[in-house]
């Protein structure tokens, strides 16, 4: 008959319940698996198969699982987590950006739909690039590549009193401001069409005043705008990749 003593015990749960604890978090957090519409049950599964599998590779600290420094490994995990899944949907927030900022230049900014990533209103322009990005990221396997990370950085920051130091901190605020630049990378093209549209009817309004440019013009832009959209598309999928990228190699950053 298999006997186990009390430490065994510990150090076999101990190594199932931090890889959890770091994997649920960046899940709870990460874009697509921290959607509203998936369902807490099937992270939670998730979180419980990735920390199965990866579990056995995981090297622990002798310690003490009901005590102080069990309790600082955890929350350590916790923010290791939340920081990756936050690095991540930064690209994510960055492309919703840009669609507001378009639909802002549209005319489109009054049109709101609900989100079904994060589950408020956004404008349709916005939504509509962030669902464009989502299947974008499922069919380039970025939600295997998410795994694959969290595999890894078992081996690269290892489970232990060490967790995120001051510089992966620091690259991550610095990581932060790619919501700004990422969402004027990818919209400035079509706020630079429809800025030469509204140019176009300044001039129109200066050489024949007696145009009603309201009656005329909002038509004319949120057809123009339309097109814009639709050829913008291409330019928006390539610089999510290139966000995407940069994102990954971020977490190899914070990872080491």
Not at 114 to 126: A, C, F, I, Y
Not at 161 to 173: E, M, R, V
Not at 183 to 194: D, I, K
Not at 196 to 201: E, K, Q, R, S, T
């Amino acid at each position: 008959m298999l006997t186990f003593t009390s430490a065994e015990i510990t150090t076999l749960i101990a190594g199932y319940f931090f890889p959890f604890v770091r994997v649920g978090a960046c899940l709870m957090v990460a874009p697509v698996f921290g959607a509203s519409y998936v369902p807490a049950r099937m992270r939670l599964v998730l979180a419980l198969a990735i920390a199965a599998l990866v579990a056995p590779l995981v090297t622990l600290p002798a310690i003490e699982l009901l005590s102080v420094e069990s309790a600082l490994i955890t929350v350590q995990q916790i923010v290791i987590g939340v920081a990756l899944g936050f690095a991540l949907q930064i690209v994510f927030d960055a492309v919703g950006l840009a669609g507001q900022l378009l639909a802002n230049s549209v005319g489109l900014s009054f049109a709101f739909n609900q989100d079904p990533l994060r589950g408020v209103s956004t404008p349709v322009v916005g939504q509509l690039y962030v669902l464009l990005v989502v299947l974008t990221f499922l069919a380039l396997d970025g939600h295997l590549a998410l795994i694959e990370t969290l595999a890894d950085g078992f081996d690269t920051l290892p489970i232990g009193a060490t967790g995120l130091g001051t510089n992966a901190l620091w690259s991550l605020i610095l990581w932060s401001g790619q919501v700004v630049y990422g969402a004027l990378a990818v919209a400035l093209p079509g706020m630079t069409a429809m800025l030469v549209v509204n140019l176009a009817f300044g001039v129109m309004s200066r050489a024949a005043p007696t145009l009603n440019l309201f009656a005329v013009g909002f038509p004319v832009t949120l057809a123009f705008g339309l097109v814009v959209i639709l050829l913008s598309l291409p330019s928006v999928q390539s610089g999510f990749v290139q966000l995407a990228t940069d994102a990954f190699a971020t977490l190899a950053v914070l990872l080491r």
